[in-house]
């Protein structure tokens, strides 16, 4: 299993780093979700896809310390701090900023879209990971990929009035 295990640690750090948007909490996310498999590895089954149960574990570590932070203190919308938030401007006012694009879908939305497109995983395995219906996967994906696309510069979405508009660069 261990062998297994690590071949896995790539695609967990990659997928980790864009549900939390940062280094550091993902490689925490990372090391929670090792522990936890090594804890629990009887509750995989032999001969399913560990990927996807590693995942799983993942995923479910995630909406357990987010709620967990809610408990905690009021969460923020990043959409009311987004000015305060805003880098510098370094004279290029055309850059992308996918990282903080990814951020602003919802986390459902944003948690689908990662799994089919970034870990390139078929519907009904994402469908397993997050415990939801396969039609609710391709809906979430639908959404995620038009709020990403008005994000990036597309058309623009509802909010686009209150939202400042982000330019591609080619």
Not at 40 to 63: C, E, I, P, Q, Y
Not at 96 to 125: G, K
Not at 139 to 157: D, E, I, T, V
Request: charged share 30%; hydrophobic share 45%.
């Amino acid at each position: 299993m261990t062998g297994k295990v690590a071949d896995h640690i790539p695609s967990l750090r990659r997928y980790a780093r864009t549900l939390t948007g940062d280094a550091w909490a993902a490689d925490d996310l990372v090391q929670d979700t090792l522990e936890r498999a090594c804890s629990k590895w009887r509750l995989w089954l032999a001969g399913s896809d560990l990927r996807a149960w590693l995942f799983t574990v993942m995923h479910n570590l995630h909406a357990n310390q987010r709620r967990q932070g809610m408990r905690r203190g009021t969460p923020v919308d990043i959409d009311d701090v987004a000015p305060m938030l805003a880098a510098p401007d370094a004279g290029r006012d055309d850059a992308i900023d996918l990282q903080r694009c990814l951020l602003r879908l919802p986390e459902d939305q944003r948690a689908v879209l990662l799994l089919v497109t970034l870990e390139d995983m078929r519907y009904e395995d994402v469908a397993r990971i997050l415990g939801i219906p396969a039609g609710t996967v391709m809906s979430r994906l639908s959404r995620a990929r038009s709020r990403l696309h008005a994000l990036m510069g597309g058309a623009p979405g509802p909010e686009a009035a209150t939202r400042p508009a982000l330019r591609r660069l080619k």
